[in-house]
């Protein structure tokens, strides 16, 4: 069956510019999550999404950045005037439901570039 | 295309002998840990999980073992292949923490032919 997609795949634009990253989860999975993944480390926790529950934003590092997720399908990762540390590989992952043991499956990403 | 984990810890082997890679985690109140593989330009592919109240767990050519005492998990690949190169990361969820999993550093694994 057709795992998480994310798009686009690649992102390259200027400082200060604000940028959209879009996840499309595991259909079913009522859990979502996105991580931030710089170069040569691991996996940053950003927010989760659980049903209609209201999102943990607990690892978003500042308010330029924000999530939002319709119903139990896509889920849209804004990031406002970008700075050129926002580069990174942005991760979306969904899981079965939260709580349980349930892995997270994770997209490609979307590797954004700020010039 | 970028590369994931360019200055990770690296263990490299040769091809057909089983590896290990060791994890050391943080949180003595966790309660369920997952190795994933991730390969250059992808995301982390699900390997194997363990709950707690277990310490090993088999799966194809994959064990993972799980020492509470010194919070230390461990990813052993049985016959390594050229395609089991890659970097591995553990994750641990803290108890109560709803499904959210705290990554550790990654190691890179590199096989030779």
């Known amino acids: 069956g057709a795992g998480v997609s994310q798009s686009p795949s690649n992102k390259v634009t200027e400082k200060g510019k604000d940028v959209e990253l879009r996840c499309d989860p595991i259909?079913?999975?009522?859990?979502l999550y996105w991580y931030r993944q710089r170069l040569g480390q691991g996996l940053e926790f950003l927010i989760y999404f659980q049903g209609n529950s209201a999102p943990d934003k607990s690892g978003l590092p500042s308010d330029r950045f924000s999530a939002e997720r319709t119903g139990e399908s896509v889920s849209t990762l804004t990031i406002q005037r970008t700075q050129q540390e926002d580069s990174a590989v942005y991760l979306c992952?969904?899981?079965?439901?939260?709580?349980?043991?349930?892995?997270?499956?994770f997209g490609d990403g979307t590797r954004l570039s700020i010039l | 295309g970028e590369s994931v984990g360019l200055h990770l810890p690296t263990l490299s082997v040769q091809e057909g002998d089983n590896s290990i890679i060791n994890c050391a985690y943080s949180n003595s109140a966790s309660d369920y840990f997952i190795w994933y593989k991730q390969e250059s330009g992808k995301g982390p592919q699900f390997i194997i999980d363990?709950?707690?109240?277990?310490d090993k767990r088999q799966g194809q050519r994959v064990t993972v073992l799980l020492n509470k005492t010194v919070k230390h998990l461990s990813l052993q690949i049985a016959a390594t292949q050229p395609g089991d190169s890659a970097v591995y990361f553990c994750a641990e969820r803290f108890n109560n923490a709803g499904n959210m999993l705290t990554f550790g550093g990654g190691t890179r694994l590199m096989v030779k032919p």
């Open positions: 363990i709950r707690s109240n277990m």
């Open positions: 992952a969904s899981s079965n439901r939260v709580g349980g043991n349930q892995p997270q499956h």
């Open positions: 259909s079913g999975h009522t859990a």
